[in-house]
């Protein structure tokens, strides 16, 4: 099955400062998601990524669609405080079967963000 | 706007005892999926569904059934609890395959 490594597995930082993490595969991917989650809650989506080399920001978080579909990176500008969470990957293959297509998303280990103020 | 609905929001079986994990949705998405969640662990799929009548196994199905008779509800059912299936389960659903899934906020079960 596909495999997806995230790292690094936690960070602690200081507000204010930048933070990458990225995700790389075993096989290719033709969506990239990465998504956020607080304690106690369901992964909230960020941002999605469609095309290979696409580079999408939302805010102070920049995602970008590796050139081989097998990686993806997600930066966070200027940290604070709430972005304290576990940050997933996610890549999605599409599939076929008996003429309908479906996609099954495959999620990275999760890097977890602590931030002091 | 309710999103995807999971309920209950915790439980606790004895092993051997059976549950259904109830999702629905009000977005009118065709597809559903259930993860589980183990600690420090990404999500593992347990089963999805592309469309009402339809189901498949996902990457850890044993231990767990699925129907989905509507395509609002996509239930979740445990026959034989095992200590293994203590988790964190997500429902999630889809409009297509090339756009994002929303998460329900999650189900905590332990088994004793």
Redesign the interface.
Known sequence: ?QQ?N?SPQSMFIQEGEDVSMNCTSSSIFN?W?W?KQDP??????LI?L?KAGELTSNGRLTAQFGITRKDSFLNISASIPSDVGIY?C?G?L?LRAGG???????????TILTVHP | NAGVTQTPKFRILKIGQSMTLQCTQDMNHNYMYWYRQDPGMGLKLIYYSVGAGITDKGEVPNGYNVSRSTTEDFPLRLELAAPSQTSVYFCASSYSTANKAFFGQGTRLTVV
């Open positions: 099955g997806l995230q969506t998601l998504y106690g809650e369901g992964p909230v989506l999605a469609y997933f996610a999605q599409t309908t297509s479906y996609g099954k998303l495959t999620f990275g280990q999760g």
